[in-house]
């Protein structure tokens, strides 16, 4: 069929010059590649790669030795309760102690505050001992406040009630005496 | 700086983007998204440079170019008509379909490029594959993600309708 034939043909040679390009098409596809920074960045996105991966292989064998021990130490440290831990702390802090003995109940709560704080601060010394999970991270006696619990310590048991009961007055509910508001009165029109 | 690995890409868009244009074109229809998918295909290969391990360089391109195409054609709002052109087959008739009238070449050329776009996209690229290069159907078939024996089965009836379409036109002006 020499029709067929002569078709098929044209349409292999029509197909063969099919969906040509405008002229420049290698040269605008580099030129884009230019413009949009990639042309020559893989050279430098592969030496970023390597740096990325540097660092993260430096980061990990600095860092995974601490990790595994501070796990080491929360997981032993977890069978002991938290009265023991103020326990150990207090034996770390003797100083704070024997001052703070026999305060009263205001003195009390500094107290375990600075406790807390001692603890804290012999942790960050020592990072062996276990962690004490308060927060915030109480500070050291004021002078102000040293003074005070020196003041409690070594008052007579007199003044130290006299003292608390100021304390407790000035946290007694505040009263207040019932306001009275007499309606008003219109003035009449006209009269003055 | 130009770095052997860029000379060598340089190297691959003189050697192919021809092709990765007509896999484009035979999605798109239209040579401007045509050219924005060989930017992003050529943009894509230079970030992710799995060419170089390619074994047959040319069917890697052409899938990574249809892959991206068939997204651009599915972002693009506007798809085009899938019908011939009334005023290319107008021209095909006047050519009289000769193939040795050079007068009329130019119009024949059209017509019959026209005749291609009009068919249907699942038989249009295997066509156009088929005609590039000597892709086989094998290798068009794993492009397209389809079964070698229905590449084949395309590209018969492609065929056979470009044949049909063109012998009625002819048929239509001689009457």
Request: no cysteine; net charge negative.
């Given at each position: 069929m020499p029709e067929r034939d002569e078709l098929d043909r044209l349409i292999d040679s029509e197909l063969a010059s099919y969906a040509e390009p405008r002229a420049g098409l290698e040269q605008r596809v580099l030129a884009r590649l230019e413009a949009d920074g990639a042309w020559g960045s893989r050279i430098f996105l592969g030496w970023h790669r390597w740096a990325g991966a540097i660092a993260m292989a430096i980061a990990l064998i600095i860092g995974l030795p601490r990790f595994t021990h501070r796990v080491t130490v929360n997981t032993a440290g977890e069978s002991i309760t938290n009265q023991q831990r103020i326990a150990s702390a207090k034996d770390a802090a003797p100083d704070v102690h024997v001052r703070t003995r026999h305060l009263p109940r205001i003195a009390k709560s500094m107290r375990s505050a600075r406790q807390i704080a001692s603890g804290s601060a012999m942790r960050s010394e020592n990072p062996q001992r276990p962690k004490l999970?308060?927060?915030?991270a109480p500070q050291p006696l004021s002078p102000q406040e040293q003074f005070l619990a020196e003041l409690a310590t070594h008052l007579p048991k007199a003044e130290r009630e006299r003292l608390l009961s100021g304390y407790n007055s000035q946290n007694a509910p505040l009263e207040i005496s019932s306001i009275k508001i007499s309606p008003i009165t219109v003035p009449m029109l006209g009269k003055n | 700086m130009a770095t052997d690995a860029d000379a060598e890409f340089s190297a691959l868009v003189q050697r192919q983007s021809r092709f990765v244009f007509k896999v484009a074109y035979a999605v798109l229809l239209n040579s401007y998204d045509a050219e924005d998918a060989v930017q992003e295909t050529f943009l894509k290969l230079y970030r992710n440079p799995g060419w170089q391990h390619a074994e047959n360089e040319r069917a890697y391109l052409a899938r990574v170019a249809w892959r991206i195409a068939i997204d651009h054609k599915r972002r693009s709002s506007s798809s085009p008509a899938a019908v011939a052109d009334p005023q290319a087959l107008d021209l095909l008739a006047s050519s009289r379909?000769?193939?040795?009238?050079?007068?009329?070449e130019a119009n024949q050329q059209a017509a019959v490029h026209a005749l291609i776009d009009s068919l249907a996209e699942e038989l249009r690229v295997p066509l156009v594959l088929s005609a590039f290069?000597?892709?086989n159907s094998r290798e068009i078939g794993e492009v397209l993600g389809i079964r070698e024996g229905t590449v084949r089965t395309r590209l018969q009836r492609a065929r056979q309708m470009l044949r049909q379409k063109l012998t009625s036109t002819k048929e239509i002006y001689h009457a």
């Open positions: 999970d308060i927060f915030p | 379909l000769g193939p040795h009238d050079t007068i009329s290069e000597e892709l």
